[in-house]
């Protein structure tokens, strides 16, 4: 378990310049964290460099893009992509003729996949074959990037590699239960995590999201090689989670979400930037806050500790544009429903009993139970049908300020070079927002 380690204070050091190349090891499909960092890089003057995770054909198999998708994700980037296709995990991988993990689990059903056994000799082969697809990719394209960077630039790698699940009809059904479900709907994660099927997302997980970075820092080690031998300087970024420190009667309190999957391989990926750091490699990962995006609407709840990053911005020294923030959310909620009534809201929830039993740092990520998925999913309903509108929510917006608050937080603290691990708690959130918005 790492130890807790938030970012105190705003970072301003910059090894970056006009010239310098900024690597992004994962593809930009959508907004995300990473657009922060990216304009962080294009303010810089830095060259943008991406990869693809390529796209799979009819039969499945992973292919390069074409030129039109090439040139869609190069405009996208606003940058130059290596199409070599980047796919991350071994849920479609197999030895030749035999079957990979997806089609292993092509009989799972909602009523017996507790039960449902796989062969793990034969999913182990699937995962050598995976991994020996992606770190033989990465070389190639690390080979190519290196063409791209200049004697004596710096190099900028972040890694936003995630995700995992397998794509099978039954598991859709599944994850409603745990991330969604109350009631009789519910379903237990860790009957889940106890099942094959959940062994093998667990495996699927860790190599998307924190091998990934493994094989990242051991791909570009000629670059890395040459360009500190000639004076440069080399930095690695990875987006983590491990819960967040919010304002919960007026103190900012560590809290998180229950139950993040996820949560394993984020402390691998802890732990795979610790190992770099003591080999004297600056490989960073950043634990953000919570925020909304397509891939974390499934886990109906994570918004909730959004919500008083509003308190934070006025605690750290905000003024007139903290004060707009509050009133473009009062703006909207729904007649007769003050902002102030829905932080009510929030801080009952945070300070409930059965919420306050999951702020427990060590034993994170903890197991779902019936209880948290009542007041939290029940928490989550309510507040959403206060709004206007339930396709312009207040989440939405303090979602977009977290991404331009961790852009230049995560930016210049890789420069300062502070720490393997760093939580970006709504404090420094909020102070950095503020200082950008004076």
Known sequence: MTELTPLRHIPTANVFRKGDV?????????RGYVN???????DAGMTIVGITVGRRDESGALRA???????????????RIINVPLMAGFDMDAPEGEQNPTELLAGVKLKTWQEDKLDWEKIERCREAGVRRFTTSAAQAMAEIDK??????????????????????????????????????????????DSDLGKLILMNFDEVTANTL????????????????????????????????????GEYQWQ?????????????????????WQQGIAATVFNCPEIRTNSSDIFVGVELSLFPLLTALKKEGGGEWAEKQW????????????????????????????????????AWPMDNTPALADVMIGTSEAITDLHKDR???????LSSLVLEGAGPLMFHGASERIAPVLWLNHDIIARQLNALHP
Not at 256 to 276: D, F, P, V
Request: net charge negative; glycine share 10%.
């Open 65 to 79: 893009l074409t030129a039109e998708e090439h040139a869609e994700a190069e405009e996208k980037l606003g940058g």
């Open 36 to 42: 922060g960092l990216i304009d962080e890089a294009r």
């Open 327 to 362: 009133a473009i959310c009062q703006e909207l909620l729904g007649e007769g429903t003050s902002l102030q009534s829905l932080l009510d809201t929030i801080e009952k929830y945070n300070n409930d009993a059965t919420s306050a039993q999951f702020r427990n740092f060590e």
């Open 391 to 397: 396709k312009a929510l207040i989440t939405d917006h």
């Open 148 to 193: 791209l960077i200049p004697e004596g630039a710096n190099v900028f790698f972040a890694h936003t590699m995630a995700g995992g699940i397998p794509k099978i009809k039954a598991f859709l059904a599944i994850a409603n239960r745990i991330y969604k479900g109350r009631g009789e709907r519910f379903e237990s994660s860790r009957a889940l995590l």
């Open 22 to 30: 900024f690597v992004l090891f994962g593809e930009l499909f959508g």
């Open 256 to 276: 998180t979400y229950t139950n993040y999957t996820q949560g394993y391989a984020k402390m691998r990926l802890e732990s795979i930037a610790e190992a770099a």
């Open 214 to 249: 493994k094989y990242l820092l051991d791909a570009s080690a000629p670059i890395r090689e040459r360009v500190t031998k000639a004076g440069g300087e080399v930095r690695y970024t990875a987006y983590g989670y491990h819960g967040t420190e919010i304002l919960i009667g």
